[in-house]
């Protein structure tokens, strides 16, 4: 037991550096995986952060972007998934026909 406390002990620990990150890395992230067709790994190789971090960011640049194309009903209806049943998912899910026929959704 002796031997195991003295090599913790002779250990030196260090924090992570903070990662400041900013919209231009967003960009370059954004530009690697669409446009250059990089893996989430090599991605991350390229930025110097870790896969799990790229594969994190690059979730939650989609669902910024795919929320700012969304309507102004669902806008109103926050992030959080739909209930089931909910009248923008059934929508969602209409045919043009019954699009058409059908009254409009009441905020």
């Known amino acids: 037991m002796e ?14 550096r903070a990662l400041k990150w900013s ?11 669409e446009k250059k067709k990089m893996t989430l790994r090599n991605a991350a190789k390229e930025l110097g952060v870790s896969r799990s971090f790229i594969h ?3 979730q939650k640049m989609q669902r910024e972007t795919h929320f700012r194309a969304c309507s102004s009903v669902r806008e109103q209806a926050g992030l959080e998934p739909l ?13 043009r026909r019954q699009a058409r026929t059908e009254l409009p959704l009441a905020a």
Do not use: C, N
């Open 23 to 33: 919209s231009e890395q967003d960009e370059k992230l954004s530009f690697l995986l």
């Open 3 to 16: 031997m195991f406390t003295t090599i913790t002990q002779e250990r030196e620990y260090f924090m992570p």
């Open 83 to 95: 209930a089931v049943g909910h009248p923008i998912s059934w929508r969602a899910i209409q045919t």
């Open 56 to 58: 994190r960011r690059s």
